[in-house]
T-cell receptor, first 110, second 113 residues
Framework: NAGVTQTPKFQVLKTGQSMTLQCAQD?????MYWYRQDPGMGLRLIYY???????DKGEVPNGYNVSRLNKREFSLRLESAAPSQTSVYFC?????????FGEGSRLTVL | AQSVTQLDSHVSVSEGTPVLLRCNYS??????LFWYVQHPNKGLQLLLK??????LVKGINGFEAEFKKSETSFHLTKPSAHMSDAAEYFC???????????FGSGTRLSIRP
């Protein structure tokens, strides 16, 4: 039972570098989400995908892009990383409103 | 549009005393509401959910929450706190199952021996 799998778990970037966070789920869920978690701010929604082929902005989309490659995979891309994007990123899939989370990806931008 | 407000950023109680974590929501539609828990350096776990059935919802580890439409609240309670309840708790609202799912800012629960 893999559930939701995120890679990488840890990453250190320099300002201006780009990277992609990968997320895959094997539960056949339609909706997938990317959140970032910062101390004292809870989880903030970056982007979500209600179904394959669609994506929508969340609360904090600036500086990010997403791709819903197929029903299983939903990737998050930072084109030019900034220190303000240092955070823990969580991918999740959704069934009936209940979220199923990956283990998180800790990203540090120097 | 929907929003959720957790009224306390930090709650501290003594072991064996009741716990109350407060959550108010705003939604244009009849919402589904959830509470999640995150223990230190761990992922998020569903505690309980309200999806328009019974207004009093029971969850795991002795927690429960009551949906009060007139007060737009969904407060989380537990009769007797245990040391293992120390964690961050998040209230979540969604108007339907395939839309934006918004988290509250979280309440950190500390338990005093």
């Amino acid at each position: 039972n893999a559930g939701v799998t995120q890679t990488p778990k840890f990453q250190v970037l320099k300002t201006g570098q780009s990277m992609t966070l990968q997320c895959a789920q094997d539960m056949n869920h339609n909706s997938m989400y990317w959140y970032r978690q910062d101390p004292g701010m809870g989880l903030r929604l970056i982007y979500y995908s209600a179904s394959e082929g669609t994506t929508d902005k969340g609360e904090v989309p600036n500086g990010y892009n997403v791709s819903r490659l197929n029903k299983r995979e939903f990737s998050l891309r930072l084109e030019s990383a900034a220190p303000s994007q240092t955070s823990v990123y969580f991918c999740a899939s959704n069934l009936g409103g209940e979220l199923f989370f990956g283990e998180g990806s800790r990203l540090t931008v120097l | 549009a929907q929003s959720v407000t957790q009224l306390d950023s930090h709650v501290s109680v003594s072991e064996g005393t009741p716990v109350l974590l407060r959550c108010n929501y705003s939604s244009s539609y009849s919402p589904s509401l959830f509470w999640y828990v995150q223990h230190p350096n761990k992922g998020l776990q569903l505690l309980l959910k309200y999806t328009s059935a019974a207004t009093l919802v029971k969850g795991i580890n002795g927690f429960e929450a009551e949906f009060k439409k007139s007060e737009t609240s969904f407060h989380l309670t537990k009769p007797s706190a245990h040391m293992s309840d120390a964690a961050e708790y998040f209230c979540v609202v969604t108007p339907n199952s395939a839309s934006k799912i918004i988290f509250g800012s979280g309440t950190r629960l500390s338990i005093r021996p």
